[in-house]
């Protein structure tokens, strides 16, 4: 069965530094997502991304994130000057398209992003 | 409680039990999902039910939801040790985007052989 897959599964990076976490979503999806758990929270939508723009973000995604779709299979997450809060689980998802085909998202394992 | 809460918080049960799980909101919804996570893996979609529908049936898996207490229930029945994972409801509040979910802080089970 087609999965989405993340890299790297674990990132370590100093505080002030830049991340990007890379996901390959499924090939024929159209809507792409991050969303973030932090260790012992709830799983929280961060971003929604279609026709190469974000269609929806939450009040977490601030200036400090990005996202791209740089060539026709990868979905990035960029965060550009990373703080201790954003220690956590970051999950990139996927799924077909339009209307009911968008209820059902298939998630990635998540890379597992540790700032010091 | 906040939006998608789970109870219990974690489920220890032996392998041909039934595991109940529950789940409760605050908000209208759109529909009421249930996820699974295996250790160091990814949410894997399990069932939807939506707001107009009250039971529904997958395999081992029966959801039912009760919008007038705003809550939800997911039974596992004769479970078995690969069972063992974090569920989590998920809540697409009504009017909402299909994909933005709302995610319970899950229920724990774990299926002793």
């Known amino acids: 069965e087609p999965e989405v897959t993340q890299t790297p599964s674990h990132q370590v990076t100093q505080m002030g530094q830049e991340v990007i976490l890379r996901c390959v979503p499924i090939s024929n999806h159209l809507y792409f997502y991050w969303y973030r758990q932090i260790l012992g929270q709830k799983v929280e939508f961060l971003v929604s991304f279609y026709n190469n723009e974000i269609s929806e973000k939450s009040e977490i995604f601030d200036d400090q994130f990005s996202v791209e779709r740089p060539d026709g299979s990868n979905f990035t997450l960029k965060i550009r000057s990373t703080k201790l809060e954003d220690s956590a689980m970051y999950f990139c998802?996927?799924?077909?398209?339009?209307?009911?085909?968008?209820?059902?998202?298939?998630f990635g394992s998540g890379t597992q992003l540790s700032v010091l | 409680s906040q939006q998608g809460e789970e109870d219990p918080q974690a489920l220890s049960i032996q392998e041909g039990e039934n595991a109940t799980m529950n789940c409760s909101y605050k908000?209208?919804?759109?529909?009421l999902q249930w996820y699974r996570q295996n250790s160091g893996r990814g949410l894997v979609h399990l069932i939807l039910?939506?707001?107009?529908?009250r039971e529904k049936h997958s395999g081992r898996l029966r959801v039912t939801l009760d919008t007038s207490k705003k809550s939800s229930s997911l039974l596992i029945t004769a479970s078995r040790a690969a069972d063992t994972a974090s569920y989590f409801c998920a809540t697409v509040k009504r009017g909402g985007s299909n994909y933005k979910l709302t995610f319970g802080k899950g229920t724990l089970l774990t299926v002793n052989p």
């Open positions: 908000t209208s919804i759109n529909n």
């Open positions: 039910i939506r707001s107009n529908e």
């Open positions: 998802a996927s799924s077909p398209g339009q209307g009911r085909t968008n209820e059902k998202l298939f």
